[in-house]
């Protein structure tokens, strides 16, 4: 778990390093009609890693093990495949501040490793399963794993996002 949780700070530390210097109207620049700023890409990110921490809350308490194969999960940090993010996990479409968002980014972090830390055995997030939208039926290890690579596909995207905004 520790290469796990060194992931999850590094990949972490790359987003804050990102975003923390734009201003609050950078940040809430949407590039096009159909593109997100970059603050919707980081309410998405809040939502999903809340949303995965409440899966894995519920999942690990059910009695019945559902085990299933690891998928190629690095596949997610290839931007060259689009997904559509599924609506439970888009964003509001509101404005942010940076320094909200911060600690937005913070709280889903610490609600989800306080979730990962209350298991009494880490190796149940392999035993315990769930419908991903876009691998189908991933083991909750890999549930957390990908939460550090969709991030890391999401810089790449902020970077981009960035580019355009400094044209703006």
């Not at 530390?13 to 980081?42: M, Q, R």
């Not at 479409?93 to 909200?100: I, T």
Request: charged fraction near 25%; charge should be negative; proline fraction near 5%.
């Amino acid at each position: 778990m520790n290469t796990l949780n060194e992931n999850l700070a590094v990949t972490r530390n790359h987003l804050v390093d990102e975003i923390k210097s734009l201003t609050n109207e950078e940040f809430n620049h949407k590039p096009g009609k159909d593109k997100w700023s970059v603050a919707e890409v980081c309410h998405h990110l809040v939502l999903l890693e809340g949303r995965t921490a409440k899966l894995i809350q519920h999942l690990v308490k059910q009695p019945e093990i559902t085990k299933t194969e690891l998928k190629p999960i690095q596949l997610a940090t290839d931007r060259s495949t689009k997904y559509s993010a599924p609506e439970i996990v888009q964003p509001s479409g509101e404005p942010f501040e940076v320094q909200q968002m911060l600690e937005m980014l913070n709280d889903a972090r610490n609600k989800l490793l306080k979730v990962l830390d209350s298991l009494e055995n880490q190796s149940i997030l392999a035993e315990r399963s769930a419908t991903h939208p876009a691998f189908g039926e991933l083991p909750l290890s890999q549930w957390v794993e990908l939460i550090y690579l969709h991030e890391q596909r999401h810089i790449e995207q902020i970077k981009e996002i960035k580019q355009l905004v400094s044209r703006y």
